[in-house]
């Protein structure tokens, strides 16, 4: 339908409106009439909300009037706006909206009404709601009727535009038919006078269609040659189509070719990545010039080459560091899913997954992969430094600088190759557990000499190498020690106290000597695998500078597992430290070889040989033994694991203390442990008590013997007499050694342990002959049955009492006899049956001298608690003691050893005493705190009798003595 027809159909409808309007305007006050069917007539085109809307009250403040016109009347009407909608809600006239509530006109009108209403009522609200219809009825037909005329004009007026637009349609296509045939003609005479330039640019974009096509197959032909790994070739082709497209920058439809060049060159850069890492692992000259030569032509988007390098050799200990891990922890047959997960784990996870018996040639295939990347990197150096010799020749500046980067950047990257094969190292080392004794010897070696490749590779020290490698022998020196520790408890819990033989005697001894003098002999094994390997060739104080990695680049990789691989490396090693000026027997400690040598000799040829091991006869119990065993295997460590020196003594310390707890466990008094008991000194008291306070293996035993024990203490085997001097004599001689290596292992230790040192001597070792003492002063008063010599002696014998009934005391006699008393004899019989005992059990001449010297000291305190018991006593009684002392000494004298103190003070300053003037005796009492309260006032009852004090110097001293604490 045209244009034409739409606007004869618009204007039907405009005047069928109008009539209808007008029949309804016709009708009585304008209100329409009522259908045959009831419906109201109203107009159906226009909608009274929308007119009714205009004249809501809420659009007016007052009363709003509008004049209109009615032409077709001809009469003006003037309407009331307010009373025209009056008492009628809004929502009568809104239009529906879905976003409000939904407009209820029931609703409203019955709420209008109230809640009682009548019929009458609901008939007046629809009169009223029909005559507010029928009044917006007229006043929209009115306005129907008065505006008619004019939309008729307006439709005329339309319809003459439509066409006069019709007409310049018609005008424009002929004149768009005229422009073609002008153009038509133009070009055919442009086209006469260009064909020369036109040709021109012909031949200009082929030449550009070339270059693309070139450009394209240039791209399938690098990436074949990336396939191929001829990474030379590929970027030969990148940069001759590189330079083309850098040509045709201007043309957008090589927008795409370029990011597809774009992403092939970081494919190109990825490629030379891996060749790089490559040549980092393995060096080789041919490969690394022909890169040298073709890098440059990737442009300068990518790296220069020197930083390219750095990064390439720390990615290559990564990568072959993490392959070798891989390699290892693969190898174990693993059900499908461990092996995935161990595919998805990150290096130290990984490193947690080896096995005991992979760690080993893990360890030794990635120091083999680190020592190939140091020499690569060295290698390397000495190419660039080689062509930078023949650019300096050519004069090229552009060669000179980069080959001088390339050499700088490489000298640079040395300590941070060697810090990141430190970190890959520790996370592989800290994972696995202790090591055992033979793995340790060969990890320890290994990272030894790693530690000295690396610092001469980097021309300083690595703290982190050599602080890791004081952690795995301070990790295995724990596990070895805790171990010897508890095989050491077992031993002294199962110890009979009997001598081994002197052939193993004798060979700890030698193995001891050698350990001392740092001799290369064989110690149980140890010494020729710390000795003879690669481990010789650590040196803490080698001589680093840019020329100490020389030596290591003619030899063989060290790290390279071969069926004589120590041999082979301790041979590349000695080498190594012959070019270097470092003698091979040195072991690398701080302190030189000949000066431990010189003082070792100095020491021994003082000792002489009647100390230690080296005493003739000397005895030494299968635990000791085991602990001298111990002394020689930590000696070893300490000479080699210098960083761990403080611990390993600390070991031997405890190795020590161990021996010294366990004999006092089998045959010491826990009682003397009380701090009131004078049984021992002070210093093995406390002593003791530190060391069974700690607990562990070191506890102090205070329960009952077992029944092993109690048939080595019972009195048929001489309360171990033999056994005890074993075990005390035994533990002397180790405490021998340790005195002999007192002064070297001072030497060996830091300044801020040699305190400790010195603490362990003066408490630890020194107390083994408070032990001694200890042990021997039982076993004494155990031997010499004289328990009933203080009775014997005080008057309170009841024997005597009953042969002499004119009993008044035995000393209170008015003259002194010529003849010793009874007791005297009865003593000297026992004395004599100690001879005996000592003589059966075989005891070692300085315990002989001890027993007798414990015999006497408790002779002497028996004899003065006996002469305390006596009540009185005279001049010639005290003659009589004197007489008894010195018989009983002169037969003590007779049977003890030579050597032995026989002056017995203690007992004869008693006895004196009874002499002292009465205004001295005050004095004597106070420097005489030797003897207890009960035997001074006994003796103050006996002189005060005797002497005939005054009672006021009786009762002073009696005070005096009782206020004695």
């Not at 073709?294 to 720390?314: M, N, T």
């Not at 021994?604 to 111990?630: E, F």
């Not at 005391?809 to 010529?818: F, I, Q, S, T, V």
Request: aromatic fraction near 8%; include cysteine.
């Amino acid at each position: 339908m045209g244009f034409a027809e739409r606007m004869e159909e618009i204007k039907g409808k405009a005047k069928e409106m109008r009539d209808r309007a007008r029949i309804i305007m016709s009708s009585p006050n304008g209100r329409s009439g009522m259908s045959n069917d009831g419906e109201t007539a109203s107009p159906a085109s226009v909608s009274p909300a929308s007119f009714a809307q205009s004249l809501s009250p809420r659009r007016v403040d007052a009363v709003d009037v509008r004049t209109t016109r009615d032409e077709a009347a001809g009469v003006e009407l003037v309407m009331e706006e307010g009373s025209l909608v009056a008492g009628v809600e809004r929502g009568y006239f809104d239009e529906p909206s879905t976003s409000e509530p939904t407009f209820d006109p029931v609703l409203v009108s019955l709420r209008r009404l109230g809640a009682d209403f009548t019929v009458e009522d609901l008939s007046k609200e629809e009169e009223r709601l029909s005559e507010l219809a029928d009044r917006v009825s007229s006043a929209l037909n009115r306005e129907i009727m008065a505006h008619g005329e004019d939309f008729e004009k307006g439709m005329e007026n339309i319809t003459k535009i439509y066409d006069t637009l019709e007409a310049a349609g018609v005008l424009l296509k002929n004149s768009r038919r005229s422009l073609q045939r002008v153009g038509s003609d133009v070009k055919s005479a442009l086209r006469v006078q260009g064909s020369h330039t036109t040709k021109g640019s012909i031949i200009e974009t082929l030449r550009i269609l070339e270059d693309i096509k070139f450009c394209q197959t240039c791209e399938i032909k690098i990436r074949s040659r990336l396939d191929a790994s001829d990474y030379a070739e590929a970027m030969t082709l990148y940069s001759k189509a590189w330079s083309i497209l850098e040509g045709m920058h201007g043309l957008k439809c090589t927008y795409t070719l370029r990011e597809d060049f774009v992403a092939l060159r970081w494919e190109l850069a990825t490629c030379v990545d891996n060749v790089l890492i490559d040549l980092c692992g393995t060096f080789d000259a041919e490969k690394f010039a022909k890169l040298y030569e073709q890098y440059p032509k990737l442009g300068h988007e990518v790296k220069h080459l020197a930083d390219k390098i750095q990064d390439a050799f720390l990615k290559a200990v990564e990568v072959q560091t993490e392959g070798m891990l891989r390699l290892h922890a693969m190898l174990a047959q693993d059900e499908e899913i461990e092996a995935k997960r161990k595919s998805r784990m990150g290096y130290k996870q990984l490193c947690s997954q080896l096995s005991s018996m992979q760690f080993v040639p893990c360890l030794r295939k990635t120091l083999e992969s680190l020592h190939e990347i140091f020499l690569s990197s060295y290698r390397m150096t000495a190419w660039c430094q080689a062509a930078m010799q023949d650019t300096i020749d050519l004069s090229n500046a552009e060669a000179i600088n980069t080959c001088s980067a390339l050499i700088a950047a490489l000298q640079i990257n040395r300590k941070p190759i060697v810090e990141m094969a430190s970190v890959r190292l520790a996370a592989l080392l800290q994972s696995s557990g202790p090591p055992s004794n033979a793995a340790f010897r060969e990890v320890f070696d290994l990272c030894r000499v790693f530690i000295t490749c690396a610092e001469a590779f980097c021309g300083e020290e690595s703290q982190t190498l050599r602080a890791q490698l004081e952690r795995i022998g301070d990790r295995y020196f724990e596990s070895l020690h805790s171990a010897r520790l508890d095989a050491s408890k077992t031993i002294f819990e199962s110890e009979r106290w009997i001598p081994v033989s002197m052939d193993a005697v004798k060979r700890v001894r030698d193995d001891l000597r050698s350990a001392m003098q740092r001799k290369k002999a064989t110690i149980n094994g140890l010494g020729k695998t710390l000795g003879d390997t690669a481990i010789t060739t650590f040196n803490s104080d080698q001589i680093l500078d840019s020329e100490s990695f020389v030596r290591f680049i003619h030899q063989p990789n060290p790290f390279i597992a071969t069926g004589q691989s120590n041999e082979s490396v301790a041979t590349n090693a000695e080498a190594s430290r012959a070019d270097n000026g470092v003698d091979a027997v040195d072991m690398s400690t701080s302190v030189s070889t000949e000066d431990f040598a010189s003082n070792g000799e100095h020491e021994h040829a003082c000792d002489g040989d009647d100390v230690g091991l080296d005493r003739a006869g000397v005895k030494i119990t299968a635990s000791s033994l085991y602990i001298l065993q111990g002394i020689v295997e930590y000696t070893v460590l300490m000479q080699v694991m210098r960083p761990s020196v403080p611990v390993i003594f600390n070991g031997i310390c405890q190795l020590f203390e161990l021996a010294l707890v366990k004999t006092f466990n089998a045959f010491g008094r826990t009682e003397g442990l009380l701090p009131d008991s004078y049984d021992m000194t002070p210093r093995l008291r406390g002593t003791l008590s530190r060391l069974g306070n700690s607990g562990g293996v070191m506890a102090i035993r205070v329960t009952a013997p077992s029944q092993g024990d109690e048939d080595i203490l019972s009195s048929g085997n001489l309360y171990g007499l033999k056994e005890r001097g074993i075990a005390i004599e035994s533990l002397a001689r180790v405490a021998d050694e340790f005195k002999r290596i007192k002064s070297r292992v001072k030497r060996s230790l830091p300044l801020k342990d040699a305190a400790s040192a010195d603490r362990f001597y003066s408490h630890t070792v020194a107390a083994v002959e408070d032990l001694r003492e200890h042990v021997y002063k039982n076993v004494a008063s155990l031997l010499l049955n004289i328990g009933f010599c203080a009775e014997a002696i005080g008057d309170g014998d009841p024997n005597f009492a009953l042969v002499n009934s004119t009993f008044a005391g035995k000393y209170n006699l008015r003259e002194a006899p010529k003849r010793q008393s009874k007791w005297v004899d009865d003593v000297s019989a026992e004395l004599l049956q100690f001879t005996t005992k000592l003589a059966v059990a075989d005891v070692a001449p300085e315990a002989l001298a001890v027993l007798w010297g414990q015999a006497a000291s408790l002779l002497e305190h028996v004899l003065v608690d006996g002469f305390s018991r006596v009540k009185k006593c005279t001049d010639a009684g005290r003659a009589l003691m004197s007489l008894d002392i010195q018989t009983l000494r002169a037969e003590f004298t007779k049977l003890a050893p030579s050597g032995t103190s026989t002056e017995w003070l203690f007992v004869t300053a008693y006895i004196d005493a009874f002499f002292i003037p009465e205004h001295d005796f005050p004095k004597w009492l106070v420097i005489h705190p030797e003897y207890t309260k009960s035997q001074k006032l006994s003796l103050v009852h006996q002189a005060s009798a005797g002497r005939r004090w005054s009672a006021k110097l009786r009762a002073d001293s009696i005070a005096a003595i009782e206020a004695d604490p």
